[in-house]
């Protein structure tokens, strides 16, 4: 099992943070994997600074390239949802 510290802007952060949603589309630069942790940290990109908002998950499935996605990416489902302000 891995770790990964992830940068996630608005809105989608924030649809996470209130539960609406449950998956993240992600380059697979890191090799994802069912089990990985992921650390969301959400970023405000007009301002080039991260808040202090956190979410911790965990992958539960990974699903690779299919037709309405670009070839080196994957959906990450998640769940065990843990938010905090740091």
Not at 26 to 38: I, M, P, S, V
Not at 75 to 81: K, M, P, R, T, V
């Amino acid at each position: 099992m891995k770790t990964h510290e992830l940068k996630t802007i608005d809105p989608y952060f924030e649809m996470v943070w209130n539960g609406n949603k449950k998956f993240e589309l992600r380059k697979n630069d890191r090799d994802f994997k069912k089990g990985d942790a992921l650390v969301l940290k959400e970023y405000i990109q007009s301002e080039e600074r991260y808040t202090s908002r956190t979410i911790w998950c965990i992958v539960t499935c990974v699903i690779e390239y299919t037709l309405a996605m670009q070839k080196d990416y994957v959906a990450l489902g998640l769940a065990n949802f843990q938010c905090y302000r740091s």
